[in-house]
């Protein structure tokens, strides 16, 4: 072993081997099949965040270079309108990429989950997209019960996780439409409940289990983004052991627009100064 590549993982010859240490060599040959598996999923990763960089870079490029020969004052307007967009577009995306970066780096192993009240982390999460919603002229609501819900996470993270949500149900759900973020619980089965509705175009079913997949983006929204938001949901979601399903949204009226309820369950805390509040 010690005479291998660094990176050669591929397995050890396991034949001639002494039969007493077999099950060593086969598990160290099983740990260097998931290795070799991570490395692949990161180079990929890598890969996929180069190549969907190139698109806005492509562009800014071409609009630059189109503006600088352009002596119409017009002509110019359009480009460095076009620049500007392209520019905002692999902003977002560095954003996510570091949003998602940060979400694999503090797992609860380097930042231990801590108890925290779900509601009051919600409320002011959601104030923070409240001027984004006049400005979409969509309807942002919240929902909370009248007792504290404790959950033990790491508020940075799910803060990130929700605002992810609330970002998807304001930019997919066009102008008069309404959001509806909402804290609940289910104190027989200890649940703790996150949701965020929207009456946007809801997400096909042969969809779903497909928009947490890293850069998965449905073909057809002429809604700018990175296809990172729900991977980042999803990351956040298992370092907390916590449940994301997407749902249609039971309030939906227009059956063009059934609209989407994503719900985060989490287990919910016990703490003696409330138990009495949720029976
Ligand atoms: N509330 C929603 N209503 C309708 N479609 C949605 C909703 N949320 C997500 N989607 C669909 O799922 C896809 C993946 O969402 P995700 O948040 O991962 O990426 P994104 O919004 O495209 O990019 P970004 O990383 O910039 O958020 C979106 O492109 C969109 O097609
Ligand atoms: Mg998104």
Redesign the pocket.
Known sequence: IRARRPDDLSPIESGQVPEEISPLVRSLNDMLERLSQSIQMQKRFIADAAHQMKTPLAGMRMQSELALRETDQEEIHRSLEQLSKSSESAT??VN?LLALARAENQTPENKPLAPLELSELARTTVQDWVQLSFTHRIDLGFEQPGHPVMVRGNPLMLRELLS??I???L???PAAGSVTVRVRTNPLERQAILE?E?T????PAS?RSH??ERF???LG?N???????????REIAQQHDADVEILNNPHSQDPKYP??L?RVTLKLQRRPDFIEDIG
Do not use: H, K, M
């Open positions: 977002r995306l996510q992810n949500l970002d998807n149900a930019r997919y759900t965020v929207d946007g175009p809801g997400i969809e928009v947490f998965y983006r449905i929204s809604v700018e983004g990175s296809g990172l938001g729900l991977a980042i949901v609209g989407s994503f």
